[in-house]
């Protein structure tokens, strides 16, 4: 597949669906806008979603450009082994929807929270905002950088568009509708996003599936080419799992659009409910979009594709021209109902933890000019990114290794083990977050992971200095290791 794939009637009607599309999002930006009155509603959408809409924004979010294309891709190239990936988030949304909902939507009803940093600062001082600021924006800006490298690689393949312009463009159409319409806008936009992206893949999922022939089949098809290793479920390294876990897989527990959701419904029983239901559907497709990669290139036998293009390498194969257009539609979605999240998980980041803590005094309506000035930060710095850094997928891995390695430690030992001391916290923050840094720098040395580095000597320093110190009795979160 190339940039040629498509017909000049065929971009001119793909053209007009893309234009119509945006237009419709922005138009629906645009009415929320005018319902966006608070800064709570611009950020954790007034706290009162219902269980509908936070089922299938959960799903927009979980399921997004990277999981459809990265995951296809990646199935296509390493086969069947990399349904590890959904398995180590299966059991980290296990451990999440078990132990740590609860607890941290009961901390956001206490102290209205927003960010992660709300609940760092609770703990540990305010001190503790700046790094998990920097955490966090680490991942998020690569990961708004992605879907802008995402919309471009659409606009390039079916409508022949510049790269760089697609960039551009991606990023003027994104910033736009997330400044305008916040996260209300965002939640109820994923009710359709979500909507069409599970009746999309579980269609796309079965007509490959059915195409492609028994399983017999493509296990023989396999075998003839001496790859039958690529159709098994282990055909994957210990390492490649243990990344993906303390990666993708754990970065679940401190990932902030997600607690902004939690915090978002209007009840604990909404917010559980829908997490169960939309984290089992967000898996099982995750996992469809895998079994697919391996399907198209045993199955329906696609080769000699650039893999990185095997979506439309799949849907071109496998559906008619009328169809191809609403497989375009549900790709927009996916990376869409994802963008605009990152955005704003970015952006809460920095109005909540820079300009709240140094603006007191500052009113409802000053602080939702801030919020919409901090959509614009990291918009810029994400268009950075996407111009400049090759990879950013990688990019997109490293940036969360960045943000577990600060994070992870501080804050699951801080929800459940009161001892834990603010200074032990800070250290912890800091040391896991500068070293795996470093070591990403310095290009992983004896080809280690900066997980491995940053996560482990992170909990080394906060069991290290809490023994060596003693807790203060400022802090209103002493309880917050004994909560129930």
């Keep these: 597949m190339s940039k040629g794939m498509f017909s000049g009637d065929e971009r001119i009607i793909l053209s007009v669906i893309v234009v119509v599309y945006f237009i419709f999002l922005f138009v629906f930006a645009l009415y929320m806008n005018h319902k966006t009155k608070t800064y709570e509603d611009y950020n954790v959408a007034g706290r009162s979603v219902s269980i509908f809409p936070i089922i299938l924004t959960f799903i927009g979010t979980g399921v997004g450009g990277s999981t459809l294309l990265g995951y296809m891709e990646n199935g296509y190239r390493l086969g069947m082994g990399e349904q590890w990936i959904n398995i180590t988030m299966l059991f980290c ?3 999440f929807a078990t132990f740590l909902l609860k607890r941290i939507r009961q901390l956001g009803e206490d102290y209205n929270m927003v960010t992660v940093g709300d609940y760092t600062s609770l703990r540990y001082g305010k001190q503790a905002r700046i790094p998990t600021v920097i955490s966090i924006l680490f991942s998020y800006c690569a990961m708004t950088g992605m879907q802008f490298v995402a919309i471009a690689t659409i606009l390039n393949l079916t409508i022949g568009l510049n790269m760089t312009l697609g960039i551009f463009i991606g990023w003027i159409l994104l910033t736009v509708k997330t400044y305008f319409g916040g996260l209300k806008a965002v939640i109820w936009q994923d009710v359709f996003h979500g909507t069409i992206q599970t009746i999309g893949l579980i269609i796309l999922f079965l007509t490959v599936l059915i195409a492609a022939g028994s399983w ?8 003839s080419v001496n790859q039958e290793n690529m159709i098994s479920i282990i055909n994957i390294g210990p390492s490649e799992i243990m990344v993906y876990l303390l990666t993708l897989g754990v970065y679940q527990f401190i990932r902030q659009d997600l607690w902004q959701r ?17 984290m089992i559907i967000a898996i099982a497709l995750a996992a469809f979009v895998v079994a697919i990669g391996v399907f198209s290139r045993f199955g329906l036998n696609l080769e000699n594709v650039d893999p990185v293009l095997i979506y439309y390498g799949v849907i071109g194969d496998v559906f008619p021209f009328s169809f191809v257009v609403v497989m375009i539609v549900v790709l927009l ?3 869409i109902s994802t963008a605009d999240s990152f955005f704003l998980a970015g952006s809460s980041s920095i109005v909540n933890d820079i300009f709240k803590p140094n603006f007191k005094q500052a009113d409802n309506q000053t602080m939702l000019f801030y919020s919409k000035i901090s959509v614009l930060i990291v918009s ?5 990114l996407a111009l400049t850094v ?5 990019l997109m891995v490293t940036g969360t290794a960045m943000s577990v390695s600060g994070l992870l430690a501080p804050v699951m030992l801080g ?18 977050l500068v070293t795996a840094v470093i070591w990403q720098i310095l290009g992983h040395p004896f080809d280690l992971h900066p997980i491995f580095i940053g996560l482990p000597l992170s909990l080394i320093i906060l069991l ?20 129930g």
Excluded: C
């Design 380 to 384: 810029v710095i994400a268009l950075v």
């Design 93 to 95: 949304v296990i451990i």
């Design 333 to 335: 979605a996916s990376v």
């Design 415 to 432: 929800l459940f083990w009161k001892r834990v001391t603010k200074a032990a916290g800070i250290a912890s923050m800091w040391g896991g």
């Design 390 to 394: 090759p990879g950013l997928v990688n």
């Design 216 to 223: 017999e089949t493509i296990t023989e098809r396999a075998a």
């Design 262 to 278: 939690v915090w978002a419904a209007k009840n604990i029983k909404t917010a559980m409910s829908g997490y169960w239901i939309s």
């Design 464 to 483: 290290t200095v809490t023994f060596l110190t003693k807790q203060t009795n400022e802090s209103r979160a002493d309880h917050i290791g004994s909560a």
